[in-house]
């Protein structure tokens, strides 16, 4: 029995928004740019598991049964929705959990190599032979192309966006049967391609060209959209010439036949902008309304008997629960349960009398178990507990514009005393110290490593130490692990100030306001005075990336699976939030950003991360950990990033114990 990499990984990543936790991958060799079709190590003990009839998952919502327009796009978008039936619909290729590296699912090798020319780039993908619908129908190129330019022609948003943005794409061709052409506009990056176009759904032409005929006719009609486009060109040249002629004002006497004259022919072209701009906001009001009509029809369609092409198909909803039946024979491995079972529980408590009664064999959550419901499961032997990192990040940023903050020395140093092992000890698990600024391992470079790294107590201050007298600092009284330290310098021999630690409210993030005394205690021991300013949210976020004012704050971020953040945050130098002008890692974003090579791009990351774990822009901290509760079932990984939840409840992964 074959294990099943679930394709819902795709919509579990990009419904949870960036939208970025981890066992390390062999530093050497790098893997190839191609997608691998290996399968994952199922770690089972003898004897053999034997299929079940039913998986039991307690959910704490309702999920409703929407057609697959809606269920990627904003009206569906729903944690139970997708739990129960995102894992319908076949990509080409999809991110196989645990270390999330990009994998076949329909498609049969890895995509052609980007031709580019006259602004438009083209890549071939071949499909699998043989592949069908639960209907029996060939699963073809026709499918790929039908999707793809409908979600291309109602310009969908959201998941849909996210795979198919018409800004990148222009359309899709069906070569033959097997083989489909992508036609880009310009030169699509691996967040487009790879992490895009290439793990998007795909539906059944067959079912669905017919009935989308009526939301079609809907549409806005072809020629409006290059009208506003040609409307606001327009506008743009037209605002110029006013412009112009406004400056030219400036250096006219006013009482001059000059001034007078262009005075007129000023308010003459405003009289135009205005009317271009009337027109321009007339048929933009027009091409929404249309296109909202035509979304409104699509989501509305009804999707009886629809065909799939995934290891679930729905069997049967009602009130508090909701079944899926296995698909046999799917490219994708064949699950061991015969079906899934979701029952709805009132709430978390309900659903953990649920688990300890043996009634279900999953709890499944958006967020993890509570400390409550662990306390209540963690003494029962027949239950597992998995506790995972999730991508809810946290890091202290400095303010690289304030005097002493932007000297990566000073935030190497305190990066060694924030000992975060012994935090996550000390909270019992609620946090799991962050390896580097990324969590996967499909892109963390195990070769890089934050200052301190293995050391633990008394030899991180003593490391830190040493790394500040390098540099030049110095102190009336050395660090001893006490808090007798004093009069620190920095190498031109001035006194380092007292600075400002931005933090949340307690009441709005208890663990980060507490975690802020911790580090402004632990700063204390290296000399370097704290004051925790507790804030709340909207001000701190305000402070950083509004106005400037702050010295030091503690950040969060949920951190996407494509590490595309360490660019992003950083960019452009010196005029990003935190002030940083790091130019060496300029040349390695523009050359990131601009690659399609997915192996090309890992070794873009690798370099950013090296660069970030010398100059500290940002400290990685920790990351917030779920518990998710199961028995009767085990899972062939150890651990995944954002647990099981992140993956749904992985149906089609779980393994009856013996």
Same mark, same amino acid.
């Given at each position: 029995m074959r294990p099943f990499f679930p394709a819902l990984a795709f919509a579990a990543l990009i419904l949870a928004a960036c939208t970025a936790t981890s066992e390390a991958p062999p530093a050497t060799p790098r893997p190839t740019s191609a997608p691998t079709q290996t399968a994952i190590p199922t770690s089972i003990s003898t004897p053999q598991p034997s299929r079940k009839p039913v998986l039991r998952i307690a959910v704490l919502g309702e999920a409703t049964t929407t057609n697959v327009w809606t269920i990627f796009d904003e009206p569906g978008a729903d944690y139970w929705n997708y739990a129960t039936q995102a894992d319908y619909w076949p990509r080409l290729y999809h991110l196989a959990p645990p270390s999330l590296r990009l994998e076949l699912t329909t498609a049969k090798g890895e995509p052609s190599t980007l031709v580019c020319g006259d602004a438009i780039c083209t890549a071939t993908v071949t499909l699998q032979p043989n592949l069908t619908w639960t209907d029996g129908s060939p699963f073809t190129a026709h499918d790929v192309t039908f999707t793809v330019n409908t979600a291309l022609q109602f310009r969908l948003g959201l998941n849909w966006q996210r795979a198919y943005n018409p800004d990148v794409l222009d359309h899709v061709e069906a070569m033959n049967e097997s083989t489909v052409k992508f036609y880009f506009n310009g030169t699509p990056s691996v967040a487009d391609w790879q992490y895009g176009v290439l793990q998007g759904p795909i539906v059944n032409q067959a079912y669905w060209q017919p009935r989308v005929v009526d939301a079609v006719n809907l549409l806005p009609d072809e020629g409006l959209l290059p009208t506003i486009l040609e409307l606001e060109g327009q506008f743009a040249e037209m605002q110029a010439r006013v412009d112009e002629l406004n400056l030219s004002l400036d250096t006219m006497a006013p009482a001059s036949t000059a001034y007078q004259d262009t005075t007129k022919q000023s308010k003459r072209l405003q009289d135009e902008l205005n009317s271009i701009a009337n027109k321009i906001e007339k048929n933009r009001t027009a091409y929404k309304q249309a296109l909202t009509d035509a979304r409104v029809s699509l989501y509305s369609l009804a999707n009886?008997?629809?065909?799939?092409?995934?290891?679930?198909?729905?069997?049967?909803?009602?009130?508090?629960?909701?079944?899926?039946?296995?698909?046999?024979? /799917?490219?994708?491995?064949?699950?061991?349960?015969?079906?899934?079972?979701?029952? =709805?529980?009132?709430?978390?408590?309900?659903?953990?009398?649920?688990?300890?009664?043996?009634?279900?064999? &999953?709890?499944? #959550?958006?967020?993890?178990?509570? /400390?409550?419901?662990?306390?209540?499961?963690?003494?029962?032997?027949?239950?597992?507990?998995?506790?995972?990192? #999730?991508?809810? @990040?946290?890091?202290?940023?400095?303010?690289?514009?304030?005097?002493?903050?932007? +000297?990566?020395?000073?935030?190497?140093?305190?990066?060694?005393?924030?000992?975060?092992?012994?935090?996550?000890?000390?909270?019992?698990?609620?946090?799991?110290?962050?390896?580097?600024?990324?969590?996967?391992?499909?892109?963390?470079?195990?070769?890089?490593?934050?200052?301190?790294?293995?050391? /633990?107590?008394?030899?991180?201050?003593?490391?830190?130490? !040493?790394?500040?007298?390098?540099?030049?600092?110095?102190?009336? #009284?050395?660090?001893?692990? +006490?808090?007798?330290?004093?009069? &620190?310098?920095?190498? !031109?021999?001035? %006194?380092?100030?007292?600075?400002?630690?931005?933090?949340?409210?307690?009441?709005?993030?208890? *663990?980060?306001?507490?975690?802020?005394?911790?580090?402004?205690?632990?700063?204390?021991?290296?000399?370097?005075? *704290?004051?925790?300013?507790?804030?709340?949210?909207?001000?701190?976020?305000? @402070?950083?990336?509004?106005?400037?004012?702050?010295? %030091? =704050?503690?950040?969060?971020?949920?951190?996407?699976?494509?590490?595309?953040?360490?660019?992003?945050?950083? %960019?452009?130098?010196?005029?990003?939030?935190?002030?940083?002008?790091?130019?060496? *890692?300029?040349?390695?974003? +523009?050359?990131?950003?601009?690659?399609?090579?997915?192996?090309?791009?890992?070794?873009?990351?690798?370099?950013?991360?090296?660069?970030?774990?010398?100059?500290?822009?940002?400290?990685?901290?920790?990351?917030?950990?779920?518990? +998710?509760?199961?028995?009767?079932?085990?899972?062939?990984?150890?651990?995944?990033?954002?647990? *099981?939840?992140?993956?749904?409840?992985?149906?089609?992964?779980?393994?009856?114990?013996?």
């Open positions: 009886a008997n629809e065909p799939t092409l995934g290891p679930w198909q729905f069997a049967s909803r009602i009130e508090g629960s909701f079944e899926n039946r296995v698909n046999l024979g /799917t490219p994708f491995g064949d699950p061991w349960f015969d079906s899934v079972h979701y029952i =709805a529980y009132p709430d978390e408590a309900a659903a953990v009398r649920a688990l300890l009664a043996n009634e279900v064999d &999953l709890i499944l #959550t958006p967020d993890g178990l509570s /400390t409550s419901a662990i306390s209540q499961l963690e003494n029962d032997a027949q239950i597992t507990l998995s506790r995972n990192a #999730t991508r809810s @990040a946290r890091f202290l940023a400095f303010n690289h514009s304030r005097a002493y903050l932007n +000297d990566p020395v000073l935030h190497q140093a305190l990066a060694c005393v924030i000992d975060l092992q012994m935090l996550a000890a000390e909270l019992d698990g609620q946090i799991a110290p962050m390896p580097g600024f990324v969590l996967d391992d499909f892109w963390r470079d195990v070769e890089v490593s934050l200052p301190c790294d293995g050391l /633990t107590g008394d030899a991180r201050l003593g490391k830190a130490v !040493d790394i500040m007298k390098e540099r030049g600092y110095s102190w009336v #009284t050395e660090p001893a692990g +006490d808090e007798n330290v004093s009069g &620190l310098t920095d190498p !031109d021999g001035k %006194m380092l100030p007292r600075f400002q630690l931005l933090a949340p409210l307690p009441t709005q993030d208890a *663990l980060r306001a507490r975690i802020a005394d911790v580090i402004a205690q632990q700063a204390g021991l290296l000399g370097v005075t *704290l004051k925790v300013q507790p804030a709340d949210q909207a001000d701190l976020l305000y @402070a950083v990336y509004g106005s400037g004012d702050y010295d %030091m =704050a503690l950040l969060g971020w949920r951190l996407s699976a494509y590490p595309a953040y360490l660019c992003e945050w950083f %960019m452009p130098l010196g005029q990003n939030p935190f002030a940083y002008n790091g130019s060496k *890692l300029e040349g390695v974003c +523009d050359a990131w950003g601009q690659t399609n090579d997915l192996e090309e791009a890992r070794s873009h990351a690798a370099d950013n991360q090296s660069i970030l774990s010398q100059d500290l822009p940002l400290i990685p901290l920790y990351t917030l950990v779920r518990v +998710d509760a199961y028995r009767n079932v085990s899972y062939p990984f150890p651990g995944v990033v954002d647990g *099981l939840g992140g993956l749904y409840g992985a149906p089609a992964l779980a393994i009856p114990n013996p």
